[in-house]
């Protein structure tokens, strides 16, 4: 019998919403999950129905902490035993504040990622540090589709002599670019359906961000079927630490983590 421990765990990502569901259905651990609250009051009412939870051993919170200090003190305050940041790659302030809350609190800190994409023989990549590099790296006159998430569309707004396809899943602000189509949505659903919008916008260039698997993986497929080239924005870097991209290593590490102290 393993010790039972109180786990805090920082979502916002299907992969902390999969490991979420998997220590609810196969460990005896309390889990509290945390959101930001981008999506608003209705997020745990929509995570219980989704997972069909109803498990006592599973709590809900949600808003920011107050930074790092905010953090420790929550988790002093509530008995938090491990933290598990699961939140987006690019989201890196609460990582960052994760990382010195952990340290600052003696609570051990593991990090729960989705796998990166890596290039293929087939794909034509740029690869920038920045969303400024990617915006300066795009050449004249092209139709751009901009898939970066709402808060890191600003950098593109310069480029007049483009015409940009900006897809995001929360509404984005229209009035900053000079020509540019929103559309208000989640990823294609297939290869095929990402195909046929880049066709239907006449896209020659794809900018993201390196999120990762998932059901954003199709634009990659389509702009690999259609010979788009991309600009790809590279992951921050963070500090070294425990990191897991599969589930079964981070339920290992939860077993063997030693308590706080
Ligand atoms: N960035 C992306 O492209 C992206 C894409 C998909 C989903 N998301 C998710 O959306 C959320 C916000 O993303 P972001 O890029 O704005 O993050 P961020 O810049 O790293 O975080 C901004 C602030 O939001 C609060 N916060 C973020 N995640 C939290 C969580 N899980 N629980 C409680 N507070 C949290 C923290 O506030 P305090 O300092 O006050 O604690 C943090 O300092 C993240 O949880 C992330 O997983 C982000």
Redesign the pocket.
Known sequence: MTQQRHILL????AE?RELLETLINVTEHDITY?????LGSKAEEVLRSRMGIDSAHFQFR??????PE??KKYMLDHGIDLLIDA??P??????R?AIEASREASIPLARFVRHEWTETTDDSWTVVDTLSDAAAALPSDVTVFLSV?R??IAPFASRKDCKFVIRSIAEAEEHMFHSATFIQGMPGRSMEEEMALFEQYGVDLLVT?N?GSGKASHKIMAARELHIPVIMVKRPEMPDGPEFCEIAPILDWIEAAPAAS
């Not at 920082?10 to 990502?13: D, F, I, M, Q, S």
């Not at 945390?34 to 981008?38: M, N, Q, W």
């Not at 690019?90 to 990582?95: D, E, L, Q």
């Open positions: 920082l979502g916002g990502t902390a945390s959101l930001a609250g981008v949600m808003g920011g902490f107050g930074g905010g953090l939140t987006h690019y989201a890196t302030s609460i990582s504040n998430g808060q890191s961000k999120s």
